[in-house]
């Protein structure tokens, strides 16, 4: 397999598809390909933004949880060696406080590369990028913490050139290559089997060719792994879509507006699949096959009630939500049942929405084992590194629901600092994340 475009000199890593490191040479560093955890170091620094340190403490938690302190360290300062020995000593590059660093002028990294193309929506660059998934090959575990994190990430990643390939398509239609946009969409789907907004857009194009008969094997076929997964239905929009088509009732064009808007993928209408912030696996656009209606009097109750559960108060001087690591903690329902698989899939949602805004969050996973207790929970945040949990609760409200977050300290008095709460349909889980994330923000500054 060939290695994506890189500069003609300087290290190299690729680690989207199969590991490759190269050193300044142009040669294979076997040794340190054979030594996980010394790869898996230099692996982590390397994916984290251009100006990021990560801190000794947080590098041991994460590589060496099972070590005392004294050991730990020891274990870093070795591999930082070997590390340094095998690219140079001019790759990972340290702070006067000891953080941590890789250089981007001393190594070029495939996933920054990736990610930087896909920020200025260079879509075709990005997807020519993305050789394969994160670390796709696996290999030998590191720890459980750092297998949690190479998850969370190829999740993120495998959202994002699904992005680029919706970006490809959307180029190709506009120059009217049906076909072209067609096998860029396939690429898409393939990546995010359960997105709607992949999926509105396949049925639309398949209008466009006249070829009914293939929109509605997409839409069955989709509507199957919709309900194996998560045991959920596609939504009535997506239905509508799907009877337009089959009618030959679609506007001109076959245009369903909007096709790109922010927050629009997630709302339940037509648009690109998230580039940040929403969980592949979660059916974040789906509609749970019932759905339990509360009166106006309950509704207000249960927010009342929720707000007092989760200790919010309003008049206190917020505090900035960034700096230190912050932990999602799981997503309690009242009202309906229904909604559980939407609330199982909220952490990882929230978590994702506030990696994209820079701050760094523990992967929930890292938190599933602590039992129901308050308490519990945020100390294993603590024992993680974080310096605040972001809690919540999600309500049925008939049709719609709402969700109630709040951020809390793991340390001292339990005082919530922000809240924010959102309202809508269970198809617009997407966006009400980033609502109620950029809420949090925006009550921090």
């Given at each position: 397999?060939?290695?994506?475009?890189?500069?003609?000199?300087?290290?190299?890593?690729?680690?989207?598809?199969?590991?490759?490191?190269?050193d300044?040479r142009?040669?294979?560093?076997?040794?340190?390909?054979?030594?996980?955890?010394?790869?898996?170091?230099?692996?982590?620094?390397?994916?984290?933004?251009?100006?990021?340190f990560?801190?000794?403490?947080?590098?041991?938690?994460?590589?060496?949880?099972?070590?005392?302190?004294?050991?730990?360290?020891?274990?870093?300062?070795?591999?930082?060696?070997?590390?340094?020995?095998?690219?140079?000593?001019?790759?990972?590059?340290?702070?006067p406080?000891?953080?941590?660093?890789?250089?981007?002028?001393?190594?070029?990294?495939?996933?920054?590369?990736f990610?930087?193309?896909?920020?200025?929506?260079?879509?075709?660059?990005?997807?020519?990028?993305?050789?394969?998934?994160?670390?796709?090959?696996?290999?030998?575990?590191?720890?459980?913490?750092?297998?949690?994190?190479?998850?969370?990430?190829?999740?993120?990643?495998?959202?994002?050139?699904?992005?680029?390939?919706?970006?490809?398509?959307?180029g190709?239609?506009?120059?009217?290559?049906?076909?072209?946009?067609?096998?860029?969409?396939?690429?898409?789907?393939?990546?995010?089997?359960?997105?709607?907004?992949?999926?509105?857009?396949?049925?639309?194009?398949?209008?466009?060719?006249?070829?009914?008969?293939?929109?509605?094997?997409?839409?069955?076929?989709?509507?199957?792994?919709?309900?194996?997964?998560?045991?959920l239905?596609?939504?009535?929009?997506?239905?509508?879509?799907?009877?337009?088509?089959?009618?030959?009732?679609?506007?001109?064009?076959?245009?369903?507006?909007?096709?790109?808007?922010?927050?629009?993928?997630?709302?339940?209408?037509?648009?690109?699949?998230?580039a940040?912030?929403?969980?592949?696996?979660?059916?974040?656009?789906?509609?749970?096959?019932?759905?339990?209606?509360?009166?106006?009097?309950?509704?207000?109750?249960?927010?009342?009630?929720?707000?007092?559960?989760?200790?919010?108060?309003?008049?206190?001087?917020?505090?900035?939500?960034?700096?230190?690591?912050?932990?999602?903690?799981?997503?309690p329902?009242?009202?309906?049942?229904?909604?559980?698989?939407?609330?199982?899939?909220?952490?990882?949602?929230?978590?994702?929405?506030?990696?994209?805004?820079?701050?760094?969050?523990?992967?929930?996973?890292?938190?599933?084992?602590?039992?129901?207790?308050?308490?519990?929970?945020?100390?294993?945040?603590?024992?993680?590194?974080?310096?605040?949990?972001?809690?919540?609760?999600?309500?049925?409200?008939?049709?719609?629901?709402?969700?109630?977050?709040?951020?809390?300290?793991?340390?001292?008095?339990?005082?919530?600092?922000?809240?924010?709460?959102?309202?809508?349909?269970?198809?617009?889980?997407?966006?009400?994340?980033?609502?109620?994330?950029?809420?949090?923000?925006?009550?921090?500054?």
């Amino acid at each position: 397999m060939e290695l994506p475009p890189v500069p003609s000199d300087g290290a190299r890593l690729c680690i989207l598809g199969d590991l490759r490191i190269i050193d300044s040479r142009g040669r294979a560093v076997a040794p340190l390909e054979a030594q996980p955890k010394r790869a898996a170091l230099l692996i982590y620094l390397a994916v984290q933004p251009a100006g990021h340190f990560c801190s000794r403490d947080h590098l041991v938690a994460l590589f060496w949880p099972d070590f005392d302190d004294e050991r730990a360290r020891n274990s870093l300062r070795t591999s930082l060696y070997y590390v340094r020995r095998a690219m140079g000593p001019e790759v990972v590059r340290s702070r006067p406080d000891g953080a941590l660093e890789v250089d981007p002028q001393a190594l070029w990294c495939d996933v920054r590369a990736f990610e930087a193309a896909m920020q200025a929506k260079r879509w075709t660059e990005a997807a020519d990028l993305y050789r394969g998934d994160f670390l796709a090959a696996g290999g030998q575990s590191v720890s459980v913490e750092f297998d949690q994190w190479v998850e969370a990430t190829r999740r993120r990643l495998r959202r994002q050139c699904a992005e680029a390939h919706f970006g490809v398509a959307e180029g190709l239609e506009q120059a009217g290559d049906l076909d072209g946009a067609l096998v860029a969409l396939t690429r898409a789907r393939g990546l995010l089997p359960a997105d709607e907004a992949i999926l509105r857009r396949v049925l639309l194009l398949w209008g466009r060719t006249g070829n009914r008969v293939r929109a509605v094997q997409e839409y069955e076929a989709f509507a199957q792994t919709l309900e194996e997964l998560y045991e959920l239905e596609p939504s009535p929009e997506t239905r509508e879509i799907l009877d337009r088509v089959t009618a030959g009732t679609l506007p001109k064009g076959g245009a369903m507006p909007p096709a790109r808007g922010e927050g629009v993928a997630e709302s339940g209408r037509d648009g690109p699949p998230p580039a940040e912030g929403v969980t592949v696996e979660a059916p974040a656009r789906a509609a749970p096959r019932r759905s339990r209606r509360l009166g106006p009097v309950a509704v207000v109750a249960a927010l009342v009630m929720a707000a007092f559960a989760l200790g919010w108060a309003w008049g206190e001087g917020p505090a900035p939500l960034g700096g230190d690591a912050v932990a999602v903690l799981p997503f309690p329902v009242s009202g309906s049942g229904d909604l559980a698989a939407l609330a199982a899939a909220l952490p990882a949602l929230v978590s994702d929405e506030l990696r994209a805004t820079g701050a760094e969050v523990l992967e929930p996973r890292s938190l599933e084992d602590v039992g129901p207790r308050w308490d519990d929970a945020v100390s294993r945040a603590r024992e993680l590194g974080a310096a605040l949990v972001v809690t919540g609760q999600v309500i049925a409200m008939g049709d719609t629901l709402a969700i109630l977050v709040a951020t809390v300290p793991t340390s001292g008095a339990p005082v919530p600092r922000e809240w924010a709460r959102a309202t809508g349909r269970p198809s617009d889980i997407g966006a009400m994340t980033v609502t109620l994330v950029r809420a949090l923000r925006d009550h921090g500054r």
